[in-house]
């Protein structure tokens, strides 16, 4: 089991950057892949980038990439998401989410443990 707490949201002008963190606790944190997924206000969760448990694939969504960067330093066990040119329908509550599914890592549902979210809000 892991539990996992996401930290750096908050409030910043289109085109700016925010840094997200997720920690997560045990010392089996190395082994599960990650993934980011988002929603917003009266819209479903949507997957936004995910990394394997070694970080040799990753994965953005097309309206992230380029912009988004994901990176994991299982030392610290910890996975962070680098938010550059943030416009404003980035804004959402971000969550960090892991699994040892290995497969269909897009999907929200193969996950099965997620950290309470962190809210990221970009204005205009």
């Known amino acids: 089991q892991v539990q996992l707490v996401e930290s750096g949201g908050g409030l910043v002008q289109a085109g700016g950057s925010l840094r997200l963190s997720c920690e997560g606790s045990g010392r089996t944190f190395r082994s599960y892949d990650m993934g980011w997924f988002r929603q917003a206000p009266g819209k479903e969760r949507e997957f936004v980038v995910f990394i394997t448990w070694n970080g040799d694939r990753i994965y953005y969504a097309d309206s992230v990439k380029g912009r988004f960067t994901i990176s994991r330093d299982n030392a610290k066990n910890t996975v962070y998401l680098q938010m550059n040119s943030l416009k404003p329908e980035d804004t959402a509550v971000y969550y960090c989410?892991?699994?040892?599914?290995?497969?269909?890592?897009?999907?929200?549902?193969?996950?099965?443990?997620w950290g309470q979210g962190t809210q990221v809000t970009v204005s205009s």
């Open positions: 989410a892991a699994t040892t599914s290995r497969t269909h890592l897009v999907v929200a549902t193969v996950y099965n443990y």
